[in-house]
């Protein structure tokens, strides 16, 4: 028989001795990795006595399952190395030895987190931190400060990683310590480097378990005592060129451009951070290890080829060896460690890149599931805390789907008749998918309906944008204009991911809310496996196919009049709605078909444009910000998107400034001009009329800054319905509103102000005496809004009081007896039953 006819017959063109095939998936490491990722997630937080006696048992219990082997080759080393006798029981304990090495791995686990725990709450911050103390402590900047919502903390805009080296006052003795701590601190530690030493005098309050203590800093810039290591100052310098260099490019790719190279998330707007978390791209702006395999990739090519003559990338073509490659690859390794700091996430990012890059240098897959059980095996022992991390499990689940599920849905693909390329390219978009949106509904509480598509569209240029800004890191120290050049290179591939994600977020069903927790994760992911299943019979049937397709696609447009005939909501015949977006206002009068009055913006972009979305707004004539606070503000541009509006008006108390920039800059880009509301003033607009109530025109302070600046208007429509929108005045100016408008009296609707919180006037609830009070407020806000004495002060009133926090977005329908409030989700006979149910 010819060796044609040999390969012919072996059903491979290289026959069956194909040295590049793959074997069976060695797992033999999945299991030690896993039993001590399960001990330290386990003890992390415990005490140290504890845990001990549980490393204590799982090692008694591995001596017991080993103890048989040993036996035997005490036996067998006595009997000078002849066979003996098989003990009975063999055939039941033959797995021993691997349950055996899971349970002393879990044991090393156990004890590092123990150990880690015990370490936190070494010394004496812990308990000077539960006394809520103040001391004096030199410390270590651990990481790059990140930008913080910590208003509490005395308007604190940076957190910072560190760890206190010394406790120099209050009862600390000046003892030395190694106590991992977070600073909540102003915005002038932002320059700050990893490994500078800082001297600061701080309140304590206590830590989360992960931490001993949060400091807060006071005012003014750090008092540094030492100078950033050498290597800290290089990372530092290399990642400041790609800011300058890319300084001068459109606002979206200045902002993701460092984050996409490097990390360096500290100028994406809280809107494309919305953006990218809608449509489960934020992995994107972190560090990762797709991150450094498309570098090195681009150094060795392909990794299936990696053996072949045929190899690709750069060093064949260099005439470098397969070796020396691997050597350059490690280097490479290091200085992507060195520039995106050694950070715990950053480390894990090498430790996936590596596993990539031993696919580089030997193109079998078969080594990686081991390799990635030993990386998972020694981080979660070297650092302990990421055995609790989800950026730390939904990296490992996504790097496992690739390696273990990608290729049979690959090979699948390309069976029915897809072009290799996109069937790899579909299957690894949707093994990572499947396997972390379990995870994700477990802390976000929500599933995202775009993240496939999304990921599959921005996949082409993650790699150009990479390569491109990661040259310009390296030309900026050289050469400033060959570095901006590059960065404008990449500048277009980040434009397009940015566009992706905001076009994917916009979408009114790209995101959907799912039970959070275990139990909704444990739910996602049995939906999940049901799916895969029917996916693996619909190519039998292509007309259920096509027909789940049109689903989808409905799901995620949501065409407002199908919506309409759906859901029920809004309702026909609706003159005022309030969106639900959280702990902020934006609310809506109808002005006619497609048309509407714009009262506030809500905190994000996203929910206040679904909403309106819903609404079927198409034009706003005018735009109506109360005040500058952000959570009126804050979704402008959500308002703005594919909405033509006519005019934004605003108050003429400009805090603050920073609030005010935002708004005046988003306007002008739009072309749309910033006017301010005048005391008295009257207009009419499509059915409806309104007079702003507020605020005065005299010149001065205002008690409560820009909440008692708030745009007042007392609104009526043609149908007779009458409505006050107080924005957030507080008691003072609510007062001084009595006094100014006598004439004021009761009205059908009152948008409660400052989100129902406690701070509220009694005489002018009772003189308004609403039949339905509207309160836009977050769930689970920490600032206990709504106030319950101000709920029963508006039910002792009379009127009927629906919050969106329970409630949903509200829609208000009809006049006198006919007054409705119809909440998503209800239609308006329900809504109507539920508030003559409230009516005291």
């Known amino acids: 028989m010819s060796r044609i006819e040999v390969h012919a017959e072996s059903g491979h063109r290289l026959g069956v001795a194909n040295p590049y095939r793959e074997g069976p998936a060695d797992l033999r490491l999945v299991g030690p990795a896993l039993g001590a990722w399960a001990g330290t997630a386990a003890s992390v937080n415990s005490a140290l006595i504890k845990v001990s006696w549980c490393a204590v048992l799982c090692l008694a219990v591995a001596g017991v399952l080993v103890a048989p082997t040993a036996r035997r080759a005490l036996r067998r080393r006595a009997a000078g190395g002849r066979a003996v006798a098989t003990e009975r029981g063999d055939g039941v304990w033959r797995y021993r030895g691997a349950v055996a090495g899971v349970l002393a791995c879990a044991a090393a686990g156990i004890m590092a987190g123990g150990l880690h725990a015990e370490e936190a709450r070494r010394g004496p911050l812990p308990g000077l931190a539960r006394e809520f103390r103040q001391v004096t402590v030199e410390l270590v900047v651990g990481a790059d400060p990140r930008p913080t919502r910590a208003a509490g903390w005395g308007g604190a805009s940076v957190a910072v990683d560190a760890e206190v080296e010394r406790v120099l006052g209050a009862d600390g003795g000046?003892?030395?310590?190694?106590?991992?701590?977070?600073?909540?601190?102003?915005?002038?530690?932002?320059?700050?480097?990893?490994?500078?030493?800082?001297?600061?005098?701080?309140?304590?309050?206590?830590?989360?378990?992960?931490?001993?203590?949060?400091?807060?800093?006071?005012?003014?810039?750090?008092?540094?005592?030492?100078?950033?290591?050498?290597?800290?100052?290089?990372a530092g310098e290399l990642r400041g060129g790609l800011r300058s260099a890319s300084q001068g490019l459109a606002p979206d790719a200045r902002a993701l451009l460092p984050g996409l190279v490097v990390g360096d998330t500290s100028r994406v707007t809280p809107e494309l951070r919305a953006a990218f978390r809608a449509t489960d791209l934020t992995h994107l702006m972190a560090v990762s290890g797709s991150n450094l395999m498309i570098v090195l990739a681009l150094l060795i090519g392909p990794p299936g080829r990696a053996l072949l003559a045929e190899r690709g990338g750069l060093a064949p073509r260099l005439g470098i060896s397969l070796r020396t490659t691997a050597v350059l690859g490690g280097a490479l390794t290091l200085a992507f460690v060195v520039v995106c700091r050694p950070e715990p996430s950053v480390?894990?990012?090498?430790?996936?890149?590596?596993?990539?890059?031993?696919?580089?240098?030997?193109?079998?897959?078969?080594?990686?599931?081991?390799?990635l059980a030993a990386v998972v095996l020694l981080l979660v022992l070297y650092a302990p805390e990421l055995a609790r991390s989800y950026g730390f499990l939904l990296s490992v689940l996504a790097t496992g789907a690739l390696l273990t599920i990608a290729p049979g849905w690959s090979a699948a693909l390309r069976r029915r008749g897809v072009?290799?390329?996109?069937?790899?390219?579909?299957?690894?978009?949707?093994?990572?998918?499947?396997?972390?949106?379990?995870?994700?509904?477990?802390?976000?509480?929500?599933?995202?309906?775009?993240?496939?598509?999304?990921?599959?569209?921005?996949?082409?240029?993650?790699?150009?944008?990479?390569?491109?800004?990661?040259?310009?890191?390296?030309?900026?120290?050289?050469?400033?204009?060959?570095?901006?050049?590059l960065a404008w290179c990449a500048s277009w591939p980040t434009r397009w991911i940015a566009s992706v994600?905001?076009?994917?977020?916009?979408?009114?069903?790209?995101?959907?809310?799912?039970?959070?927790?275990?139990?909704?994760?444990?739910?996602?992911?049995?939906?999940?496996?049901?799916?895969?299943?029917?996916?693996?019979?619909?190519?039998?049937?292509?007309?259920?196919?096509?027909?789940?397709?049109?689903?989808?696609?409905?799901?995620?447009?949501?065409?407002?009049?199908?919506?309409?005939?759906?859901?029920?909501?809004?309702?026909?015949?609706?003159?005022?709605?309030?969106?639900?977006?959280?702990?902020?206002?934006?609310?809506?009068?109808?002005?006619?078909?497609?048309?509407?009055?714009?009262?506030?913006?809500?905190?994000?972009?996203?929910?206040?444009?679904?909403?309106?979305?819903?609404?079927?707004?198409?034009?706003?004539?005018?735009?109506?910000l109360t005040h500058f606070h952000a959570d009126h503000v804050g979704g402008l541009t959500g308002v703005l998107r594919g909405r033509s509006v006519g005019v934004i008006e605003t108050t003429g108390f400009a805090e603050p400034p920073d609030q005010v920039a935002f708004v005046r800059r988003t306007a002008a880009a739009r072309g749309v001009a910033v006017t301010t509301a005048a005391y008295g003033e009257r207009r009419a607009l499509g059915g409806l009329s309104w007079e702003v109530l507020w605020p005065p025109p005299e010149p001065g302070p205002v008690a409560d800054g820009p909440n008692d600046a708030s745009v007042t208007l007392l609104v009526h429509t043609a149908a007779g319905l009458s409505l006050l929108l107080p924005g957030d005045l507080e008691p003072p100016a609510q007062r001084r509103l009595l006094r100014r408008n006598p004439a004021l009296g009761r009205v059908d609707v009152l948008k409660v102000a400052h989100h129902g919180s406690a701070h509220q006037d009694p005489g002018l609830l009772r003189l308004l005496r609403p039949r339905l009070a509207l309160i836009s407020v977050g769930l689970g806000n920490r600032y206990g809004h709504p106030a319950p004495g101000t709920i029963a002060v508006l039910r002792t009133g009379g009127a009927a009081v629906l919050r969106t926090d329970t409630d949903g977005a509200i829609a208000i329908t009809g006049v006198g007896d006919g007054l409705r409030a119809v909440p998503r989700g209800h239609d308006a006979a329900e809504a109507g039953a539920a508030l003559r149910g409230r009516d005291p």
């Open 174 to 234: 000046g003892r030395r310590v190694r106590t991992p701590v977070l600073v909540l601190a102003p915005a002038d530690w932002q320059g700050l480097l990893p490994s500078t030493r800082v001297r600061v005098t701080a309140r304590l309050a206590p830590g989360d378990g992960r931490i001993a203590a949060v400091l807060r800093a006071p005012n003014g810039p750090p008092h540094v005592t030492g100078a950033p290591t050498a290597l800290q100052r290089m």
């Open 419 to 485: 072009p290799a390329r996109l069937a790899e390219v579909l299957a690894a978009a949707a093994a990572a998918q499947a396997v972390c949106a379990p995870v994700v509904a477990v802390f976000a509480a929500r599933v995202s309906l775009v993240a496939v598509p999304c990921n599959l569209l921005a996949e082409p240029a993650v790699a150009l944008a990479t390569v491109a800004g990661f040259a310009a890191l390296a030309a900026a120290p050289i050469a400033m204009p060959a570095a901006e050049s």
């Open 501 to 624: 994600a905001r076009t994917g977020a916009a979408l009114p069903g790209a995101e959907w809310g799912w039970p959070g927790g275990r139990r909704g994760g444990a739910l996602l992911a049995a939906l999940t496996a049901v799916l895969v299943l029917v996916a693996r019979r619909l190519p039998r049937c292509p007309w259920v196919a096509a027909a789940l397709a049109l689903v989808l696609l409905l799901a995620v447009v949501r065409p407002a009049p199908l919506t309409r005939i759906v859901t029920g909501w809004p309702p026909p015949g609706w003159a005022y709605a309030v969106c639900d977006v959280g702990q902020g206002d934006a609310t809506v009068l109808a002005a006619g078909a497609g048309s509407a009055v714009v009262i506030d913006a809500g905190p994000e972009a996203l929910p206040v444009d679904r909403c309106l979305h819903e609404l079927g707004v198409t034009r706003i004539p005018l735009l109506l």
């Open 347 to 371: 480390v894990r990012a090498a430790a996936c890149g590596l596993v990539a890059l031993l696919a580089i240098g030997t193109g079998r897959r078969r080594s990686l599931i081991p390799a």
